[in-house]
Every structure is written in structure tokens, then in C-alpha cells.
């Protein structure tokens, strides 16, 4: 029953048309394309119709930029009164899009949707081949200077309000956001999303792209919030791991990639926050440690870069909250059960921290936050994020990502 229910999810999201095939979030709080949520989306759609699975990726990478970015939003249909929509991220060629990346979670995600009929893919998998990895090569070229991942903006990380962030976002302006409507407000509890200072330091950081163009040296160089991230690095020596694996399937030379991810291995370790002792973000502009350990640090095992110190944050966090694992530390003052990414559990993290067990042979891990995410969603629905501790809905309903995971994963 939770089959058909996360299935017609899906299809209600579904918002094909002559221009191509890409679901939404969820109705109404997003109604545009999203990145990451996009590779979730295929992963799903891969347990019953992998034509349409490959679709949705391929729709994602049309509105790639020349340089090889793949942007966080593509604005396929006007929704007035979306805020902040194309008028004001003033980005994209013919399709508008938002001027920043997200989680490069699709090479890993399409992977998996090849797997689920390796014959049908491999066609589409080589079309998309040198797509995905002109990005892979944007991510090492315009973010990985300090060694690991940075980001420009909370909202290319994904995790959008984190604690991870706070330290950075210190450092930018917001009061000249002016008055302004947010439509999240209009549809989820405000208390369960970013506050209004978080919001207009957001709005601060689009106006600074804008302003230069999208312009990646000057972002790279000035952009007031500047912040390299553990859980962006996992993701990101995962998704070269799991494109190598595919470009050899198909007769590439992976030399450059294999290069790569082994150049974030050893990039990663100026994260290594020995006073934490955890994989920390860290704020490039001021050197200053976010001193917490979020849910980026617990994609370590994704990428195979897992310490002994990590296994015991593992057990804490898995003894201090009753399901899955939280989006921030539940013993930090910062934790807070409800909202957003500052203490929710989040289904597709749970997915990513899972796929992460599986490779490092954490069987019991993986099968325990995978039932964990299964009685989240029996209980409360397909909900965007969970509280932690008493498994209440929070944020969207009918959200694609859930419905994804749960065919592809959790049910
Ligand atoms: C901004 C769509 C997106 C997710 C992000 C999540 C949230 C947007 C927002 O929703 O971010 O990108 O408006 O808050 O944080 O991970 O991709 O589901």
C-alpha cells in the first residue's frame, strides 16, 4: 500500500512536458526543479520505470552550464510569486536557473538507477557520461582549492540552516534585504524553517552573485560566506568513485577521476578538526572551525575516509535521538528537534549515511536506520524531515525524495 502511495507521490510530481520530464519537490513550496532532489527522484522512479528514471537526469543536466555546472534550481515554469524565483537570481541561458550548484549526488544516484536495468542504460549512461563529468571537473576546478569542497551559499551545501554554517554566515550582512515575501513561510510552520536573519544573509549572497555576474573567480575570491565542508567532500569523492566505475564499464579512461578522488582523500584531511575530533566544516575567509559535528561529517563512510573517533559520534548520536540520525549533533547547544537541518532527521541523509554503511560493511548500521526510516514514514507519511525524537511530520508533505527513498530503500 505504501508501494502505490509512494509511487502516485511521484507521479503527482511528475511535471513532464514538450521541454522534458522532472518533478518537483512537492507541490506548491517547490514548484521548480531541484538538483539533488532530482538524482533522488531517479532513483525512485528506477523501481518502476527506468526510461522515465533517466529522463529526469537528463532534463537536470540540459540546463548544465558551459562551464560544467549543474545548477541547484531550474525554473522550467513561471510560479509567481515564488521567492526567491529567476527575476531575482538573474542566472541561466534559455531555461532560467539559480546561479549555485548543490550535492553532487547524481553520478552516485545514476549508478544505481544503471544497475536497475544495465542493458536499457547503458545508452543513456554514455550520453550523459562527459555531462556529468564536465561537472565533476567544475567542482575540482572552482571549489576544491582549499583541497576540499567549498561553498559559496548554505543552500549549495543542501543543508541549508545547519549549525555547520553559522560561523560563516557571522561574517555576512544581511540589512539591506528589504522588505520581502517568503513563501515557505505561507505553507510550513515557521518555526519548523530558517529564521529571518538566516534568510536575509541568504538574500545578501544572491544579490552578491548576481551583482558579479556568477562570476566564479570573483565568488571564489570575495564572496563574503566562503566554507569548505566535509559532507560535500564525501559526496563528492563518492559520485568520482562511482563515475570511474562506470566510465571503465563503458570503456573510458578514468585516470582523471581516479586522480581526483584521490585528491580530495587527501584534501579532506585539513577538516579534520582534532579539538572535535570529527570532520568539521571550516570557514575559509576567517580559518575559524564550525566546532560541530553535523550530519556531513557522518557521510564519511560514503567515501571511504572513516576514523575510530567518528565511531564513537556514531553511537552517540544513534543512542540520543529514538529515529534515524539527526541532521546536527543532539547534544550541541544549536540542536533544535524541529527545525529544518538543525536537528531533523532527513530521509534521503539517512539513504546517503546508509549507502555509506553498506560499503564500509556496517550491515547492522545499515539495516537499522534503514527500519528506522521505514517506521518514519509509516508513522507520520512522506514528509520532507522528521523530529528525531518523537518521529513528527515536519516541513512538505507528499515530498518526492521520501516517496523515492522509500521504493528505492526504506519500504
Ligand atoms: C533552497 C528542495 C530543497 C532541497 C534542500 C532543502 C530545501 C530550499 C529552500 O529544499 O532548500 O534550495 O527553499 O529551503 O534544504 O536540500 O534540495 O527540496
Same mark, same amino acid.
Given at each position: 500500500m505504501h508501494d502505490d502511495t509512494a509511487r502516485a507521490i511521484l507521479r503527482g510530481n511528475d511535471r513532464?512536458?514538450? *521541454?522534458?520530464?522532472?518533478?518537483?519537490?512537492?507541490?506548491?513550496?517547490?514548484?521548480?526543479?531541484?538538483?539533488?532532489?532530482?538524482?533522488?527522484?531517479?532513483?525512485?522512479?528506477?523501481?518502476?520505470?527506468?526510461?522515465?528514471? !533517466?529522463?529526469?537526469?537528463?532534463? %537536470?543536466?540540459?540546463?548544465?552550464?558551459?562551464?560544467?555546472?549543474?545548477? +541547484?534550481?531550474? &525554473? +522550467?515554469?513561471?510560479?509567481? $510569486?515564488?521567492?526567491?524565483?529567476?527575476?531575482?537570481?538573474?542566472?541561466?541561458?534559455?531555461?532560467?536557473?539559480?546561479g549555485i550548484s548543490q550535492p553532487p549526488v547524481a553520478a552516485t544516484m545514476a549508478r544505481l538507477v544503471w544497475e536497475a536495468d544495465p542493458e536499457a542504460g547503458r545508452t543513456r549512461m554514455a550520453a550523459l557520461y562527459?555531462?556529468?563529468?564536465?561537472?565533476?571537473?567544475? !567542482?575540482?576546478?572552482?571549489?576544491?582549492?582549499? $583541497?576540499?569542497?567549498?561553498?559559496?551559499?548554505?543552500?549549495?551545501?543542501?543543508?541549508?540552516?545547519?549549525?555547520?554554517?553559522?560561523?560563516?554566515?557571522? $561574517?555576512?550582512? $544581511?540589512?539591506?534585504?528589504?522588505?520581502?515575501?517568503?513563501?515557505d513561510e505561507a505553507q510550513v510552520d515557521g518555526a519548523q524553517r530558517p529564521t529571518k536573519q538566516e534568510y536575509d544573509r541568504y538574500l545578501a549572497l544572491v544579490r552578491f552573485g548576481r551583482d558579479c555576474g556568477w562570476d566564479q573567480a570573483t565568488i571564489v575570491a570575495d564572496c563574503p &560566506?566562503?566554507?569548505?565542508?566535509? *559532507?560535500?567532500?564525501?559526496?563528492?569523492?563518492?559520485?568520482?568513485?562511482?563515475? /570511474?566505475?562506470? *566510465?571503465?564499464? %563503458?570503456?573510458?579512461?578514468?585516470?582523471?577521476?581516479?586522480?581526483?578522488? /584521490?585528491?580530495?582523500?587527501?584534501?579532506?584531511?585539513?577538516?579534520?578538526?582534532?579539538?572535535l575530533g570529527a570532520w568539521d566544516a571550516k570557514d575559509l575567509r576567517s580559518g575559524a572551525w564550525a566546532g560541530i559535528v553535523g550530519s556531513g561529517a557522518l557521510l564519511c563512510w560514503l567515501a571511504g575516509c572513516e576514523r575510530p573517533e567518528m565511531e564513537a559520534h556514531l553511537a552517540r548520536m544513534w543512542d540520543a535521538v529514538t529515529y534515524g540520525l539527526p541532521s546536527s549533533d543532539p547534544e550541541a547547544p544549536s540542536f533544535e528537534r524541529k527545525r529544518y537541518w538543525r536537528g531533523p532527521v532527513?530521509?534521503?541523509?539517512?539513504?546517503?549515511?546508509? %549507502?555509506g554503511f553498506l560499503r564500509a560493511g556496517r550491515d547492522w548500521d545499515e539495516a537499522r536506520l534503514r527500519e528506522e526510516t521505514a517506521t518514519l514514514i509509516e508513522t507520520s507519511g512522506f514528509r520532507e524531515y522528521f523530529d528525531p525524537i518523537d518521529a513528527a511530520p515536519c516541513g512538505g508533505d507528499s515530498f518526492t525524495w521520501t516517496a523515492a527513498v522509500w521504493l528505492a530503500w526504506a519500504g
Amino acid at each position: 500500500m505504501h508501494d502505490d502511495t509512494a509511487r502516485a507521490i511521484l507521479r503527482g510530481n511528475d511535471r513532464t512536458t514538450d *521541454g522534458g520530464a522532472y518533478t518537483v519537490p512537492t507541490d506548491m513550496l517547490y514548484p521548480f526543479q531541484w538538483n539533488w532532489d532530482s538524482a533522488f527522484a531517479a532513483w525512485g522512479f528506477s523501481t518502476f520505470d527506468t526510461d522515465r528514471a !533517466w529522463r529526469e537526469l537528463e532534463t %537536470l543536466f540540459a540546463a548544465q552550464w558551459a562551464d560544467g555546472m549543474v545548477p +541547484h534550481m531550474v &525554473f +522550467h515554469d513561471a510560479a509567481p $510569486g515564488y521567492f526567491p524565483g529567476p527575476d531575482v537570481w538573474g542566472a541561466g541561458g534559455e531555461v532560467p536557473t539559480s546561479g549555485i550548484s548543490q550535492p553532487p549526488v547524481a553520478a552516485t544516484m545514476a549508478r544505481l538507477v544503471w544497475e536497475a536495468d544495465p542493458e536499457a542504460g547503458r545508452t543513456r549512461m554514455a550520453a550523459l557520461y562527459p555531462k556529468l563529468l564536465a561537472w565533476h571537473r567544475w !567542482w575540482m576546478e572552482t571549489r576544491c582549492g582549499s $583541497g576540499a569542497v567549498a561553498v559559496c551559499h548554505p543552500w549549495e551545501s543542501g543543508r541549508d540552516n545547519c549549525p555547520d554554517w553559522d560561523v560563516g554566515l557571522a $561574517g555576512v550582512d $544581511g540589512s539591506g534585504a528589504g522588505d520581502y515575501a517568503r513563501r515557505d513561510e505561507a505553507q510550513v510552520d515557521g518555526a519548523q524553517r530558517p529564521t529571518k536573519q538566516e534568510y536575509d544573509r541568504y538574500l545578501a549572497l544572491v544579490r552578491f552573485g548576481r551583482d558579479c555576474g556568477w562570476d566564479q573567480a570573483t565568488i571564489v575570491a570575495d564572496c563574503p &560566506f566562503y566554507m569548505a565542508d566535509p *559532507g560535500m567532500t564525501f559526496i563528492l569523492i563518492r559520485a568520482h568513485d562511482d563515475l /570511474a566505475a562506470m *566510465g571503465r564499464s %563503458l570503456g573510458q579512461d578514468v585516470t582523471e577521476l581516479e586522480g581526483w578522488a /584521490a585528491a580530495l582523500r587527501d584534501g579532506v584531511d585539513s577538516l579534520w578538526n582534532p579539538e572535535l575530533g570529527a570532520w568539521d566544516a571550516k570557514d575559509l575567509r576567517s580559518g575559524a572551525w564550525a566546532g560541530i559535528v553535523g550530519s556531513g561529517a557522518l557521510l564519511c563512510w560514503l567515501a571511504g575516509c572513516e576514523r575510530p573517533e567518528m565511531e564513537a559520534h556514531l553511537a552517540r548520536m544513534w543512542d540520543a535521538v529514538t529515529y534515524g540520525l539527526p541532521s546536527s549533533d543532539p547534544e550541541a547547544p544549536s540542536f533544535e528537534r524541529k527545525r529544518y537541518w538543525r536537528g531533523p532527521v532527513w530521509p534521503q541523509m539517512n539513504a546517503l549515511i546508509a %549507502l555509506g554503511f553498506l560499503r564500509a560493511g556496517r550491515d547492522w548500521d545499515e539495516a537499522r536506520l534503514r527500519e528506522e526510516t521505514a517506521t518514519l514514514i509509516e508513522t507520520s507519511g512522506f514528509r520532507e524531515y522528521f523530529d528525531p525524537i518523537d518521529a513528527a511530520p515536519c516541513g512538505g508533505d507528499s515530498f518526492t525524495w521520501t516517496a523515492a527513498v522509500w521504493l528505492a530503500w526504506a519500504g
